[in-house]
């Protein structure tokens, strides 16, 4: 799973800077994204909490944070490396920052 998150330190050199219309439709032929969207702004986020049995939904996301997640790409990659070399050509890695993690297999 690859989260697209913001920066509040974006690259400053807009040279070369990857087209994400580019980007997407790559990977989609390539067969490595296997899905991906962008998310609502966080003023549409509510978090939802169990503390002491009692639920707690609260507007906006739960993290009090200037770096939010924007969106994501579900990605099949052979390895890590692979994964770092798809993240490295999105326009996010310039602009924003990009998390990898594996998913985990609850079946192991």
Known sequence: MMFVCTD???DTDKTDEPDIDVWVSENDTR???????VLAPTSAATTVRVRNGRLLVSDGPFAETKEVIVGYDLLECADLDEAIEVARAH???????????????LND
């Open 31 to 37: 067969g490595r994204r296997l899905e991906g969207s």
């Open 8 to 10: 509040t330190e974006p």
């Open 91 to 105: 326009p996010m890695a310039r602009a924003g920052r990009l998390e990898l993690r594996p998913l985990v297999d």
